[in-house]
């Protein structure tokens, strides 16, 4: 059985609207309201996306930490315990899904805890992506399915990889993801939507557009003329500062 969630969960013609824009777009947007700084909010370069071709994810983020470095037999014991858990806590939260996974090992990434079967898993627990500060693997395989993933890099193995613990804030490069962030994300990069403006935030990137675009237009002219496009992109900070 399915829990409320603790935040606004968008209605399914709203997430289709949010799918309709690229994640800087999106970036650009929620600059427009002014709730953080410009340089926090999104995932560094150095968690990228590896599955290019498979353009936007968005979804709701379901959280846990893995280890993949060899352990006792207990603690391997321990993550064998609380999967099942950790499964019915992806099933039961608001979808769409992102499954966020932080890796635990210094360094991160020594095995993979996504691959093709663990994304079919959790495509029918509802997921549409995983993110990790870790190494997946299997990547044709799991492009196949429809499923994106983000990460330091691929990985061979899996290793040793359990779980530790589940539905708790974790960091993905240094940003903290909380369970039930939204999160955004392509080709170049994952965005937290901040849930407070999340439903602002499509009309928002249809007013970005509008205002880039006569300056736009006048870059893609033939008779480029440099004074015109200054004057235009003074007027297009004026209106993205309104």
């Known amino acids: 059985m399915s829990h409320p969630a603790p935040y606004q969960v968008l209605s399914d013609s709203q997430l289709e609207a949010l799918r309709r824009y690229d994640t800087p777009t999106v970036s650009n947007a929620i600059e427009l309201f002014k709730i953080r700084p410009r340089h926090l909010g999104y ?6 996306c590896l599955l290019p071709n498979q353009g936007v994810m968005l979804g709701y983020a379901v959280t846990a930490q893995t280890r993949a470095l060899p352990a006792h037999e207990g603690e391997i014991a ?3 315990d609380i999967l099942g858990d950790y499964f019915r806590y992806v099933a039961a939260m608001p979808g769409p899904k992102v499954a966020v996974g932080e890796d635990l090992d210094i360094p991160a990434g020594v095995g993979a805890q996504f691959g093709e079967v663990t994304a079919l898993i959790h495509k029918k627990l509802g997921c549409v992506g995983h993110v990790t500060s870790g190494c997946p693997r299997d990547l044709d395989e799991v ?3 429809g499923f994106h993933l983000f990460g330091l890099n691929p990985c061979v193995s899996h290793a040793y990889v359990r779980l530790v613990d589940y539905g708790k804030p974790v960091r993905i490069g240094g940003v903290e993801i909380r369970p039930g962030d939204l999160l955004h994300g392509d080709k170049h990069g994952v965005c937290i939507i901040p849930h407070e403006i999340a439903d ?3 009309d928002a990137c249809a007013k970005i557009q509008a205002i880039e675009k006569p300056a736009l237009d006048l870059c893609r002219k033939e008779n480029f003329d440099l004074e015109e496009y200054i004057a235009a992109r ?3 900070k004026s209106q993205a500062s309104e």
């Open 143 to 145: 492009a196949a399915i």
């Open 200 to 202: 602002k935030i499509a």
């Open 78 to 80: 321990k993550g064998e």
């Open 234 to 236: 003074k007027v297009m």
């Open 43 to 48: 995932l560094p370069h150095t968690i990228r």
